[in-house]
């Protein structure tokens, strides 16, 4: 219990002791021992290590999961120290929603079958975000961390134990150089009695010994002072040395750091030419039909691509129904001028912007244009009209 309270007493006295010369320094009313220039430099590069780091190591999260809420969740299942749950990504939310329109269209059918292959590919690319993002945080984003909750910490402590060992050693030079101009002072006082026995002069020459008593007592402290000097400075400089060996570290930590940046490009590279690859897989399997068919209402006469369904050759290469042999009901539209309802037979990709691309077993409306090739009815589906062969058609009843 002795122990304990010298202790306390003897932290409280150097904790005050800091605070006064602290003050003494804010207010200009004592001298500051500076730090040497490669020092405060080391120190400024390890404080700008620290604000980039976290910046970057900030950013890449966000690049890595966009969604703040998820960063969140994730962030609180860290701080207890539990397991993240498994959910599916966007990606992944957007194949398994492919794949059931696809069996609910029917695996048989073209856009059936598109839907489930995009679907799938669509998976594979979640996959592959999920082993990107996981290989990311390991060996991206946990040597930042590890910096600036370990190493940095580290560093932080040590600069506070150095700021601490620089107040210790002004208060000391405070306190010597107060010693020896008080041993200065009593060197310069005569301790003799003055004459006359006047008692204005008794007076005087208590006052005067008090004083000299006073003084003397800042001159037996002039050594203790000196001793105490000695030992700050050598704390000081001890923990100077340990301080600036930590920060010379910086440099081994860029160098760390720049390998990890190199494994996190390669993850990049890596997860982007995965995903090209499984895209140009996609159209190989998309465009394995013999045709794929196009949007013929995007101006300029150009095409999007879309989904690869299996098509008839081109009107061109079926063979024509001679006038004489039409059918009765292609007679009566004919003669009519009016409309009909038709199915078509085969897949059709518009040659020009005038014509109408078809999908078999899809049902449009034709009617017959006067001055129309024979071959030819005008189609209507929705909003969109065109030139539609009548040899991809069969007229309803």
């Given at each position: 219990?002795?122990?304990?309270?010298?202790?306390?007493?003897?932290?409280?006295?150097?904790?005050?002791?800091?605070?006064?010369?602290?003050?003494?320094?804010?207010?200009?009313?004592?001298?500051k021992t500076?730090?040497?220039?490669?020092?405060?430099?080391?120190?400024?590069?390890?404080?700008?290590?620290?604000?980039w780091?976290?910046?970057?190591?900030?950013?890449?999260?966000?690049v890595?999961?966009?969604?703040?809420?998820?960063?969140?969740?994730?962030f609180?299942?860290?701080?207890?120290?539990?397991?993240?749950?498994?959910?599916?990504?966007?990606?992944?939310?957007?194949?398994?929603?492919m794949?059931?329109?696809?069996?609910e269209f029917?695996?048989?059918?073209?856009?059936?079958?598109?839907?489930?292959?995009?679907?799938?590919?669509?998976?594979?690319?979640?996959s592959?975000?999920?082993?990107?993002?996981?290989s990311?945080?390991?060996?991206?984003?946990?040597?930042?961390?590890?910096?600036?909750?370990?190493?940095?910490?580290?560093?932080?402590?040590?600069?506070?134990?150095?700021?601490?060992?620089?107040?210790?050693?002004?208060?000391?030079?405070?306190?010597?150089?107060?010693?020896?101009?008080?041993?200065?002072?009593?060197a310069?006082?005569?301790s003799?009695?003055?004459?006359g026995?006047?008692?204005?002069?008794?007076?005087?020459y208590?006052?005067?010994?008090?004083?000299?008593?006073?003084?003397?007592?800042w001159?037996?402290?002039?050594?203790?002072?000196?001793?105490?000097?000695?030992?700050?400075?050598?704390?000081?400089?001890?923990?100077?040395?340990?301080?600036?060996?930590?920060?010379?570290?910086?440099?081994?930590?860029?160098?760390?750091?720049?390998?990890?940046?190199?494994?996190?490009?390669?993850?990049?590279?890596?997860?982007?030419?995965?995903c090209?690859?499984?895209?140009?897989?996609?159209?190989?399997?998309?465009?394995?039909?013999?045709?794929?068919?196009?949007?013929?209402?995007?101006?300029?006469?150009?095409?999007?691509?879309?989904?690869?369904?299996?098509?008839?050759?081109?009107?061109?290469?079926?063979?024509?129904?001679?006038?004489?042999?039409?059918?009765?009901?292609?007679?009566?539209?004919?003669?009519?001028?009016?409309?009909?309802?038709?199915?078509?037979?085969?897949?059709?990709?518009?040659?020009?912007?005038s014509?109408?691309?078809?999908?078999?077993?899809e049902?449009?409306?034709?009617?017959?244009?006067?001055g129309?090739?024979?071959?030819?009815l005008?189609?209507?589906?929705?909003?969109?009209?065109?030139?539609?062969?009548?040899t991809?058609?069969?007229?309803?009843?």
């Open positions: 219990m002795e122990f304990n309270v010298r202790r306390l007493a003897a932290d409280a006295g150097t904790f005050l002791s800091r605070a006064v010369q602290f003050t003494e320094e804010k207010f200009g009313q004592a001298e500076e730090l040497d220039a490669h020092l405060e430099t080391l120190l400024g590069r390890a404080e700008s290590t620290k604000h780091t976290e910046k970057i190591m900030k950013q890449t999260e966000v890595l999961q966009p969604n703040p809420n998820v960063r969140m969740e994730e609180l299942y860290e701080m207890l120290d539990k397991k993240v749950p498994t959910r599916a990504n966007n990606h992944e939310l957007l194949g398994e929603c794949i059931d329109s696809g069996h029917g695996p048989g059918t073209a856009y059936g079958s598109a839907l489930i292959k995009c679907g799938e590919t669509e998976k594979l690319l979640g592959a975000e999920k082993e990107f993002i996981h990311s945080a390991i060996n991206f984003l946990t040597p930042f961390r590890n910096f600036i909750e370990g190493d940095f910490k580290t560093i932080s402590k040590e600069r506070k134990l150095l700021q601490n060992k620089r107040l210790d050693l002004d208060a000391a030079k405070n306190r010597m150089k107060k010693a020896r101009a008080a041993d200065a002072r009593s310069e006082l005569n003799s009695p003055p004459l026995e006047e008692y204005v002069a008794h007076f005087s208590m006052l005067s010994f008090l004083h000299v008593r006073w003084l003397k007592l001159a037996e402290e002039v050594q203790q002072a000196e001793t105490e000097l000695r030992i700050a400075q050598s704390e000081f400089d001890r923990q100077a040395e340990i301080t600036r060996l930590l920060l010379e570290g910086i440099g081994s930590t860029h160098a760390h750091h720049l390998r990890c940046l190199n494994d996190f490009v390669d993850a990049q590279a890596a997860y982007y030419a995965q090209y690859q499984y895209m140009v897989n996609l159209q190989k399997q998309l465009g394995s039909f013999p045709s794929t068919f196009t949007n013929n209402n995007q101006p300029g006469g150009s095409s999007s691509a879309s989904v690869s369904v299996p098509s008839a050759p081109p009107a061109a290469s079926l063979p024509t129904l001679p006038p004489n042999q039409a059918s009765p009901a292609l007679n009566e539209l004919r003669s009519t001028s009016g409309t009909r309802k038709a199915r078509v037979l085969y897949d059709y990709d518009a040659a020009s912007s014509e109408l691309s078809l999908l078999a077993d049902v449009i409306t034709v009617s017959s244009v006067p129309m090739d024979s071959d030819w005008m189609g209507q589906r929705g909003n969109q009209k065109g030139k539609v062969p009548i991809y058609l069969e007229l309803l009843n």
